[in-house]
């Protein structure tokens, strides 16, 4: 792949991680009730009808102390501590389809810890700030981030992992595997992965993104910018730059 040919590649990709962050990067509900656009509106968490809902995705639009902790269970159930507990004016919440959305009112402060319970998350999305922290994610998972948001998952354990950064964002994974690994990043995002066994993994850096994981199988990167990378592990890496950025393979006794 030519380089510029790369550089549109990645542009593409991280407006994908925009659109799926939210419309033009971003998402909020109407507070005031007004508009056509139903999609727009969201409710109360004491307005939400839970009742009988498939939901496997999550969308977040929250402020910097936002914490969303999501749990597996039977059903879906959602509870909120914090600043907005007794104040339902600053978080709305939708379900549309299969994806909750949960989105803080512009320009409302504070901060609140969301507790959800669901039978499985295939998708995490974060437009602007905020926390969401999950104990694991579905054989096929999607994380994107279009600002400074953070993910924080505990262990994977299935096939393929998409994640795409627009921003200063970070994910963190503890620990598991996953066959194969997508991690597109356009600014100064981090990946820090260096328990996750990864088979395969195809990673695009433009800006001054870091990752790390580990694998012995191969490895392919293209950084356009000052992005480090670091696999540990006896993977077979590849790597094409068109900057300063570095890719190292090193062994798995110096992951510390």
């Given at each position: 792949?030519?380089?510029?040919?790369f550089?549109?590649?990645?542009?593409?990709a991280l407006?994908?991680a925009a659109?799926e962050?939210?419309r033009?990067g971003r998402f909020?509900?109407r507070?005031?009730?007004?508009g056509?656009?139903?999609?727009a509106h969201?409710v109360?968490?004491?307005e939400?009808?839970?009742?009988g809902q498939?939901?496997d995705a999550?969308k977040?639009a929250?402020?910097?102390?936002d914490h969303v902790?999501?749990t597996?269970?039977?059903r879906?159930a959602?509870?909120?501590?914090?600043?907005?507990?007794?104040d339902?004016?600053?978080?709305?919440?939708?379900i549309d389809?299969?994806?909750?959305?949960?989105?803080?009112?512009?320009?409302?402060?504070?901060?609140?810890r969301i507790d959800?319970?669901?039978?499985?998350?295939?998708?995490?999305?974060?437009?602007?700030g905020?926390?969401?922290?999950?104990e694991?994610?579905?054989?096929e998972?999607?994380?994107?981030?279009g600002g400074?948001?953070?993910v924080s998952v505990a262990?994977?354990?299935g096939?393929?992992?998409s994640?795409?950064?627009?921003?200063?964002g970070d994910?963190?994974i503890?620990g598991g595997?996953?066959d194969e690994?997508?991690?597109?990043?356009?600014?100064?995002?981090?990946l820090d992965?260096?328990?996750?066994?990864?088979?395969?993994?195809e990673?695009?850096?433009?800006?001054?993104?870091?990752?790390?994981?580990a694998?012995?199988?191969?490895v392919?990167?293209?950084?356009?910018?000052?992005?480090?990378?670091?696999v540990?592990?006896?993977?077979?890496?590849?790597?094409?730059?068109?900057?300063?950025g570095?890719?190292r393979?090193?062994?798995r006794?110096?992951?510390?």
């Open positions: 792949m030519r380089f510029d040919t550089i549109r590649a990645l542009g593409e407006v994908t659109n962050a939210g033009d909020a509900f507070f005031d009730g007004n056509n656009d139903e999609s969201g109360p968490l004491g939400l009808d839970l009742e498939d939901v999550l977040l929250g402020s910097r102390s902790h999501v597996t269970g039977d879906l959602i509870r909120v501590e914090g600043d907005d507990d007794d339902d004016t600053a978080l709305r919440f939708r389809g299969n994806c909750l959305k949960i989105a803080r009112r512009s320009g409302m402060g504070g901060g609140s959800v319970t669901l039978p499985g998350l295939r998708r995490i999305a974060i437009s602007g905020g926390t969401v922290e999950a694991t994610l579905a054989s998972a999607s994380i994107a981030i400074s948001g953070r262990k994977l354990a096939h393929s992992l994640a795409k950064i627009g921003g200063a994910i963190a503890g595997s996953v690994l997508s991690l597109a990043i356009g600014g100064s995002g981090t992965a260096v328990a996750l066994d990864v088979g395969k993994a990673i695009r850096i433009g800006g001054s993104g870091k990752a790390q994981f694998s012995d199988g191969e392919t990167a293209r950084i356009g910018g000052s992005g480090d990378i670091v540990h592990g006896a993977a077979r890496c590849s790597l094409k730059a068109g900057g300063s570095r890719l393979c090193v062994p006794e110096r992951a510390a």
